[in-house]
């Protein structure tokens, strides 16, 4: 049986003894659930790597309580860096990681960075996810808490579906409230690139910043992160976007004010109101739910293109993607 248990001084106390001993545990964040080791030793980052199966050639964010001890892992330039001190004012903590430099004599495991001389960092705002940094006193490399190209866990019930026993604890934090992947912006360069749409959206990053953003997914030139394989997110359930009607055999993910109006297996709506917010916090739940139904395949309605709905189009895209 797993262990899922709710923040306390007793979980705290647990849940570090197994960081410092290079075991992983399972966090609460925001955004969604975390599978943590210290950032530090090669032994927790390397089981981390095992545990997801996912390729050691893409780099893990690394988590810290405050701008202050994130921002000390970039090289000493990069923390002098005007937008860096912009963003991390106005954003963290929340659902923003930041890609720069990584500082000359980091202790940051190098396979956490894939060997790589830059450093994803992020300040997360739960506050079970801050209660643990505070208590560990050091940086958690935490990568969202599924097998590698599945559908991130919002939930401790999905980590405990995701691996069973094999994480030895899972802090309990509820479901995380912001439900899709954090914003990661890569700054390492002239012009700021958003290398994975997330909560944070480009608007928000360019009135922060007062300059353009540009956004990797829509400019082929421009460089990707080495995690954002085509194929990711992806529910067993073959997935079709951008549907209005289903067949009997076939579920239905709704959005808008249609629940109950299509006749198919099942159907769950992201938001009936049309909220893009809340459809952000349902989607991989919902995911997970229409994939344990049986259908032939699950069908999704359009999600317009505009605020979050950019980040929830681009899982959906990478989720319905068939080849790897
Ligand atoms: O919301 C989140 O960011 C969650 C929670 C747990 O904090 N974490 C998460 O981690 O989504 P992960 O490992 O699933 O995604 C990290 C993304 C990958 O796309 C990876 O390629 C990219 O960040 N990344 C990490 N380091 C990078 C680097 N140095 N350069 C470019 N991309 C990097
Ligand atoms: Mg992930």
């Not at 944070?200 to 394989?229: F, N």
Request: with cysteine.
């Amino acid at each position: 049986m797993p262990n899922i248990t709710p923040i306390s001084g007793e979980a705290l106390k647990a849940a570090c003894n197994l960081l410092q001993a290079g075991e992983l545990v399972a966090m609460p964040t925001e955004t969604v659930y975390g599978l943590a080791g210290d950032a530090r030793q090669d032994k927790a980052v390397a089981k981390i790597f095992a545990l997801k199966g996912r390729p050691h050639f893409n780099p893990l964010i690394v988590h810290a309580a405050t701008a202050k001890e994130a921002l000390a892992e970039a090289a000493s330039s990069a923390q002098n860096d005007p937008r860096a001190q912009s963003l991390s004012a106005q954003f963290w903590p929340g659902p923003l990681t930041l890609i720069l430099p990584r500082h000359e004599n980091s202790k940051i495991s190098e396979l956490a960075c894939a060997g790589l001389p830059t450093i994803a960092l992020r300040v997360p705002a739960h506050a079970d996810a801050q209660a643990l940094l505070r208590a560990f006193g050091g940086l958690l490399a935490a990568p969202s808490a599924n097998r590698s190209g599945r559908l991130s866990p919002t939930t401790p019930l999905h980590v405990a579906a995701e691996f069973n026993d094999e994480v030895p604890l899972i802090l309990a934090g509820g479901k995380s409230s912001i439900g899709i992947e954090s914003t990661v912006l890569d700054l390492t360069g002239a012009t700021p690139v958003i290398l994975r749409p997330g909560a944070i959206t480009r608007d928000a990053l360019q009135r922060t910043l007062e300059m353009p953003v540009a956004e990797a997914a829509s400019d082929p030139h421009l460089p990707k992160s080495p995690g954002q394989m085509a194929k990711h997110y992806a529910p067993q359930t073959k997935l079709r976007l951008n549907k209005l009607e289903a067949a009997p055999e076939q579920a239905m993910l709704s959005f808008g004010p249609v629940l109950g109006k299509i006749k198919c297996k099942a159907e769950l709506n992201l938001s009936v109101t049309g909220d893009l917010t809340e459809a952000a916090a349902n989607l991989f739940s919902m995911l997970r739910q229409l994939d344990a139904v049986g259908a032939t395949e699950i069908l999704v309605m359009p999600i317009p293109q505009i605020g979050l709905g950019i980040a929830i189009n681009d899982r959906l895209a990478r989720a319905a993607t068939k080849d790897e």
